[in-house]
């Protein structure tokens, strides 16, 4: 079925401030002022979310005969043998039209009472010793392929962020919630762009907004595709990272 996105904002001028040319702030200041002097409106092909959603179906099942099948006992056991807790961590998180959903995922931390409100950092004592391997090679997100198969997810599109941080930073940053207009994905244009775990700084994650909006901008078959095999070569990379310090140790 062919649908429409219509994004409506509205048309007054934000004052900008004194901001050197040609900054990565300067940058974002000046798509905001672009988006908030005009009406966004973008209508994909019509075949484009029926394809889409093909694609999720067929390769989520794939992934989950041909490889979750196998990694899901191991990686279990492996769980069970190194902490307390149960093997997934289910945590609520914004979907499409900022409706929640249980984002699954391999437990990769001790279990602890700031799971849903603080973020994992680097060096964080909460990781298990699986927990780091799991998260590097993010064999921990492996599980949200069940969510795309419930309609959830999908495998491209912005990442979804858990309650609490859709709370804060809507409030802070602008057009935070238009990321919220498409279906959230595995991975997506902000995260082959490097902007990948840990936010640490705001304009960081403005950022990351940025290429949210640019992907809801040029959503395309082939767009996807490319972010698909982008992301591969990032994971396999960053697993050939590790065998290879293992190696030289």
């Known amino acids: ?64 005969v041909a490889v979750m099948s196998w990694v899901l006992p191991i990686v279990a056991l492996l769980i069970k043998l190194t902490s307390k807790g149960p093997i997934f961590f289910i945590q609520k998180r914004t979907g499409f039209k900022g409706i929640a959903f249980d984002c699954f995922k391999f437990r990769t931390m001790y279990v602890n009472d700031e799971a849903d409100t603080k973020q994992a950092i ?11 391997f799991l998260r590097v090679t993010h064999l921990d997100e492996t599980p949200q392929f069940f969510n795309v198969l419930l309609g959830d997810m999908s495998v491209i599109g912005p990442r979804p ?23 959230p994905g595995m991975t997506g244009m902000a995260q082959i762009k490097g902007y990948v775990g840990e936010i640490s ?6 950022k990351r907004i940025q290429w949210d909006i640019y992907y809801m901008k040029n959503q395309s078959i082939l767009l996807d595709i490319r972010i698909l095999f982008s992301t591969a070569g ?9 065998f290879k310090s293992k190696k030289e140790e």
Not at 201 to 206: M, S, T
Request: aromatic share 12%; proline share 5%.
């Open 122 to 132: 680097t060096g964080d004592k909460r990781i298990t010793p699986i927990g780091k």
């Open 1 to 64: 079925m062919e649908q429409q996105i219509f994004i409506n904002i509205p048309l007054q001028r934000t004052q900008r401030q004194n901001t050197p040319p040609n900054t990565e702030i300067s940058d974002i200041r000046e798509m905001f002022v672009d988006m908030n002097q005009r009406y966004m409106v973008y209508e994909p092909s019509s075949y484009y979310y029926t394809i889409k959603r093909m694609m999720d179906i067929g390769f989520s099942l794939i992934f989950i």
């Open 201 to 206: 700084i705001e304009r960081e994650l403005r």
């Open 161 to 183: 962020h858990m309650l609490y941080h859709t709370r804060y930073y809507s409030q802070r940053i602008p057009y935070y919630n238009l990321r919220h207009e498409v279906q």
């Open 234 to 242: 990032c994971v396999l990379e960053k697993v050939a990272g590790i």
